[in-house]
T-cell receptor
């Protein structure tokens, strides 16, 4: 099946550092979404991107929709301990009016106080 | 609170049992999804329903049987599962954006299923 390559798989960072993660695909997507998942919970939507080249922020989070529509990145500035969790990208495909989301493998973030 | 509610949150079942997972959304969305999340694997799309009609079955074994009686409710009926079916099962819903393409999916909290 289709997959998104997400990197890095995991990262340990110091509190206050900036974080960057990205997703790439061989497919073109019309929407990119970024989610955070805490243990035992469902993914929570952080940022949605709808246009190639779009740059969107949500507090300390910034994400961009790649120009080729095959990639996206997420930056977290000045990380804090509650940023710990797994971050997923998702690309949306549309076929016959149905929206289908393909997810990346996730980036596990650990923040050291 | 995302507006998508899943019950139960945890379920332990034997391989000969029959059980059902329930998902309910109060967002007015017209599409609903079942995903499976196993350890160290990406979220795997299982089923998609659009306006109560199944539009995607991602080669899911027949021991998983979805049901969508209306746009707000989605069920996953489970029968003679295997231990490798143990996973977090996530429900999501979405709705096309007004005046543009694309949509956002909102997830429930998931059902942690253990098959013994």
């Amino acid at each position: 099946g289709q997959q998104l390559n997400q990197s890095p798989q995991s990262m340990f960072i110091q509190e206050g550092e900036d974080v960057s993660m990205n997703c790439t695909s061989s497919s073109i997507f019309n929407t990119w979404l970024w989610y955070k998942q805490d243990p035992g919970e469902g993914p929570v939507l952080l940022i949605a991107l709808y246009k190639a080249g779009e740059l969107t922020s949500n507090g300390r989070l910034t994400a961009q929709f790649g120009i080729t529509r095959k990639d996206s990145f997420l930056n977290i500035s000045a990380s804090i301990p509650s940023d710990v969790g797994i971050y997923f990208c998702a690309g949306q495909l549309e076929a016959s009016g149905t929206y289908k989301y393909i997810f990346g493998t996730g980036t596990r973030l650990k923040v050291l106080a | 609170e995302t507006g998508v509610t899943q019950t139960p949150r945890h379920l332990v079942m034997g391989m000969t049992n029959k059980k059902s997972l329930k998902c309910e959304q109060h967002l007015g969305h017209n599409a609903m999804y079942w995903y499976k999340q196993s350890a160290k694997k990406p979220l795997e799309l299982m089923f998609v329903y659009n306006f109560k009609e199944q539009t995607e079955n991602n080669s899911v074994p027949s021991r998983f049987s979805p049901e969508c009686p209306n746009s707000s409710h989605l069920f996953l009926h489970l029968h003679t599962l295997q231990p490798e079916d143990s996973a977090l099962y996530l429900c999501a819903s979405s709705h096309p954006r007004t005046g543009g393409s694309g949509s956002e999916a909102f997830f429930g909290q998931g059902t942690r299923l253990t098959v013994v």
